[in-house]
């Protein structure tokens, strides 16, 4: 298996098949199962599956072997809008909100002239 940074952006793309085929030996079936909604894939279907994060990047969980699962792709998307709204959920509209805001507003020196947004897709597409 090919090493990762763990602060990589995303998995090494050959990390699909390995972990198609390490969860088909250890089940032993022959399709693999999207732990959210259950539909199975074979072998000729690996296309339609996408590497995830178990515990999100963007919340500060590693890329590696071991925070690594397959996903359909309509899994992943829905995974990655809940939880967006989770976090929103979780930071509320109050000053807990405004407090987390301006710490990391603070803490990340942005050139001046762009939005956080643009920086953060910024730092992701560059790297
Ligand atoms: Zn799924």
């Given at each position: 298996m090919k090493f990762c940074?763990?602060?990589?952006?995303v998995f090494p793309r050959d990390w699909v098949s390995t972990y198609f085929r390490h969860n088909l030996s250890k089940t032993g079936k022959d399709h693999y199962e999207c732990p959210i909604c259950k539909t199975c894939f074979d072998h000729t279907q690996i296309d339609c599956l996408c590497g995830d994060h178990i515990w999100p990047y963007s919340l500060m969980g590693e890329t590696s072997w071991d925070n690594y699962q397959l996903l359909c792709r309509t899994c992943n998307v829905r995974k990655k809008n809940f939880i967006n709204n989770e976090v929103r959920k979780v930071l509320g509209d109050g000053s807990f909100r405004g407090m987390v805001f301006k710490y990391i507003k603070d803490s990340i020196n942005i050139p001046y002239g762009i939005s956080l947004d643009e920086y953060i897709c910024f730092k992701h597409t560059t790297r």
């Open positions: 940074d763990p602060t990589a952006r």
